[in-house]
């Protein structure tokens, strides 16, 4: 079993749409979970980061970790061209590395 | 403020080479991971140093190898390059390490192809 699981895509939305973005991981040690988006030719920035079970929102984004299941979700409302990009999950356990999911990449048409 | 900056951009080279990348982090930052990341893979963990030593290192061969500077400024070495080793290297550069490390900023990264 893969410590990190998240469907690759793509997934193609209309404008306006909600986004869903999920992953599943395995591994309990895990404390910090993290959303990155990266940009085609770029470098992943930093989009959510929370360390508890429960949703953080900021702005058109919220970010759900529900640690009984293991699993992490994305949600983007009101979905803009701009938001096209690749989606990261990813986890960290305190110590020196980040854990990335493969990525999902998204479209949203306009 | 100028974010991480990574040099070269681009970079190709044959099998058997060597190779150096360089990577610039932001300002007061004081760690340095690197990163490799494959087409259609997440980035993958090779080393990350803070204050001039190796804090921890990723499942790569020897042939990796890395150092940071006084100035925290770090190089990723690979030596005898294999046309696996064709990937987007990304420096992230973090406050501290440890616990506050998990906020990483990225550079654009160097895309190497090994031919």
């Known amino acids: 079993q893969k410590e990190v699981e998240q469907d690759p895509g793509p997934l193609s939305v209309p404008e306006g749409a909600i986004v869903s973005l999920n992953c599943t991981y395995s591994?309990?040690?895990?404390?910090?979970f993290m959303w990155y988006r990266q940009y085609s030719r770029k470098g992943p920035e930093l989009l959510m980061y929370?360390?508890?079970?429960g949703n953080k929102e900021d702005g058109r984004f919220t970010a759900q970790v529900d640690k009984s299941s293991k699993y992490i979700s994305l949600f983007i409302r009101d979905s803009q061209p701009s938001d096209s990009a690749t989606y990261l999950c990813a986890f960290f356990t305190g110590g020196f590395k980040t854990i990335f999911g493969a990525g999902t990449r998204l479209f949203v048409k306009a | 403020d100028a974010g991480v900056t990574q040099s070269p951009t681009h970079l190709i080279k044959t099998r058997g080479q060597q190779v150096t990348l360089r990577c610039s982090p932001i300002s007061g930052h004081k760690s340095v991971s690197w990163y490799q990341q494959v087409l259609g893979q997440g980035p993958q963990f090779i080393f990350q140093?803070?204050?001039?030593?190796?804090?921890g290192r990723g499942n790569f061969p020897d042939r990796f190898s890395a150092r940071q500077f006084p100035n925290y400024s770090s190089e990723l070495n690979v030596n005898a390059l294999l046309l696996g080793d064709s990937a987007l290297y990304l420096c992230?550069?973090?406050?501290?390490?440890?616990?506050?490390?998990?906020?990483?900023?990225f550079g654009s990264g160097t895309q190497l192809s090994v031919l």
């Open positions: 929370t360390y508890s079970s």
């Open positions: 140093y803070y204050e001039k030593e190796e804090r």
């Open positions: 992230a550069s973090s406050l501290a390490s440890g616990a506050v490390n998990e906020k990483l900023f």
């Open positions: 591994n309990s040690a895990f404390q910090y």
